[in-house]
């Protein structure tokens, strides 16, 4: 029976592995990587979610609770890095963990909940309307700031 959580904080060597089948580059654990780890246990507006299956963590998102101001003060939600274990796949754990923060986003009364991929796989794709997530709501960008330049350019 798998349990949907918040990561624990003795599972920080286990989120690295899963992240490994998500990003072509190694994770690496950094001073940088080891200050996001505490900040991410200490703030109660970001989540890592993860579902536990057999005593192993097999899946995993990240849901951030945005305030704003417009929707009347209603907060939004953001899902990012969407994992599940290579040997897990399909079997509805990662489908646990993106409903455990969609459940997360309306406890925190937010009025919508974005996500975005960089994976081009139908397989991926299909996942997320699956989830209910509707691919022609908006339309996404995003800027590598790493691959930007210099802010001059604004």
Known sequence: MATTRPVRP????????LYGMLFEEPQQRTAAVEAAWETLQADDSTVLLGVEHEGQLVSTCQLSIIPSVTHGGQPFGVIEYVVT?????GEGFGTRCVEAAISRAHEADCYKVLLQTGRSEPRVHDFYEQCGFDPDAKTGYSLRLDEYGQLDRL
């Open 85 to 89: 274990h290579e040997d897990w796949r």
């Open 10 to 17: 003795d599972e920080r060597d286990e989120v690295p592995d």
